[in-house]
């Protein structure tokens, strides 16, 4: 972790994550509305591959994503289903970064994990843009705080302080009845299927003894160590990035042949 002498070195990268995806303008107009507050800020996609309004997958990829991140970035993060309603935005200060976004839970469990030092409510109009639509607050609202932040700007200028904010956490594989229960939390590009099951959880429970995984009328008994061990068309486990494990299909999607989708249920047992 970043020493706190280190902290906000690097406060002109924004880094990005939205629901927005690429057909539409909507993630060009929020790097524009960026630039055009802080024209050095170095503006960086971690995805615009969100499923529409899933919460919980944002959730899921800032938490895997911030702690690779220079001290002092500031986070952007759009996926907010409740825009225009009553949900407060947010800006929140922790022990070595900001993150910006609105008050429905999706940036609760990275900055709790980085130490939560200020939170606040942007209520402050003087660095919103003009009018604000009611459609697009990422544009109209987080793009021009995270981007005033970026620059160096004190973040108690930006609205009002609050204790706290609306959490989130990612569910929890279970053991119980000699099972042990998960669920995908995320697919990714190649088909991977990632469950909330680490491995250390995996191989207390197996002991190392043969095992049975079953998801959707499927049997996965086998985990391998990278993907080039597995014998094709053959869905088998293996430790991800994300540092859980996946069911994946050699060179192909374990999505696709299993027509999964977040969620679904795994159960393991020996």
């Not at 030092?117 to 705080?145: M, Q, V, W």
Request: aromatic share 10%; charged share 20%; proline share 3%.
């Amino acid at each position: 972790m970043i020493r706190e002498n280190q902290c906000y070195l690097n406060m002109n990268t924004i880094a990005l994550i939205t629901d927005f995806g690429l057909k539409d303008n909507f993630a060009g107009v929020i790097k524009g509305v960026c630039l055009k507050i802080n024209p050095e800020a170095s503006l960086i996609d971690i995805s615009h591959g969100v499923l529409p309004q899933n919460i919980l997958e944002a959730s899921f990829l800032l938490l895997k994503s911030f702690s690779f991140f220079p001290g002092g970035t500031v986070f952007l993060v759009v996926v907010d289903p409740g825009v225009g309603s009553q949900r407060r935005a947010l800006a929140v200060k922790t022990r070595n970064f900001y993150f910006v976004g609105p008050d429905n839970g999706v940036l609760w469990q990275s900055a709790a994990k980085d130490g939560i030092k200020k939170i606040i409510s942007l209520t402050n109009k003087k660095y919103f843009l003009k009018e604000p639509s009611s459609t697009f607050h990422g544009r109209d609202i987080f793009a021009p705080c995270a981007s005033y932040l970026s620059k160096g700007m004190d973040i108690n200028k930006l609205g009002n302080s609050l204790n706290k904010i609306k959490s989130l956490c990612l569910p929890m594989a279970s053991l119980e009845n000699n099972r042990l229960s998960g669920e995908i939390l995320y697919i990714d590009k190649f088909g991977n299927l990632v469950t909330n099951i680490t491995k250390s959880q995996f191989l207390k429970f197996t002991k190392r003894r043969r095992f049975r995984l079953h998801i959707k009328s499927r049997v996965v008994n086998k985990i391998y160590s990278f993907y080039n061990q597995a014998l094709s068309n053959n869905l088998f486990l293996c430790e991800g990035s994300f540092g859980f494990l996946e069911i994946s299909l050699r060179e192909k999607s374990a999505a696709a042949l299993l027509r999964a989708k977040l969620k679904d249920k795994i159960i393991v047992k020996v």
